[in-house]
């Protein structure tokens, strides 16, 4: 049996973006969004976060940095009584940087890796999913991955004429895109 999925951007749709986060200092829960994502695990969707964490590429921080603040963000939602199903990352990119992660992969979006991947490892309904992100890129890797839903939400980065061309639907957040996503139970 497959299951719908919301896919979740992390930096800009659950914390703010204020650059390469990669502490708990530094990770700002947006207004509401917890309480959204319960709501949404509510409807039936499973939650799975997939983020570009390109600062691990550039030296900005280390793939246990990221793995520590993920831990975190982990615990600080389950504590609220939200179960994440997955959380993939990206930790590579093309150009920048000097280390092994400074490579053309097939996981950074706008490529589908991670949706893909977890696809495959959740039993993940494309087709009947969502993506929630704040940029291009996350409509394009949803969009490239067969995800019937894509979203935009204005707590990231400044939405595009592009961007809104290729969403469905653009919120002011995630709260209230979880008011108006269609129960699945
Ligand atoms: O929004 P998600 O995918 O969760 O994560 C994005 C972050 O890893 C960073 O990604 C960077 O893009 P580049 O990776 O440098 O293109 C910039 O957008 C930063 O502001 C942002 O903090
Ligand atoms: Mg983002
Ligand atoms: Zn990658």
Request: hydrophobic residues 40%; aromatic residues 8%.
């Amino acid at each position: 049996m497959t299951t719908a999925a919301i896919f979740l951007d992390r930096d800009g749709v659950i914390n703010q973006d204020t650059g390469y986060v990669s502490h708990s200092d530094d990770f700002i829960f947006i207004d509401g969004v917890i309480g959204a994502m319960k709501q949404l695990k509510q409807k039936g969707y499973q939650l799975v976060v997939v983020t570009n964490q390109s600062g691990i590429a550039r030296g900005l921080f280390s793939e246990d940095d990221f793995i520590r603040l993920t831990e975190w963000m982990d615990w600080s939602l389950a504590d609220r009584g939200v179960d994440l199903d997955g959380i993939y990352f990206c930790p590579h990119h093309p150009t920048e940087g000097s280390g092994p992660e400074t490579q053309v992969c097939d996981c950074r979006k706008p490529a589908p890796g991670m949706f893909l991947e977890a696809a495959q490892e959740l039993n993940i309904n494309l087709a009947d999913s969502y993506m929630v992100g704040d940029k291009v890129s996350d409509m394009k890797a949803a969009e490239a991955a067969g995800v019937g839903h894509k979203i935009l939400v204005r707590t990231g980065k400044d939405i595009t004429a592009e961007g809104e061309a290729l969403a469905e639907a653009v919120y002011p957040s995630l709260v209230e895109f979880a008011q108006n996503a269609a129960d699945l139970t």
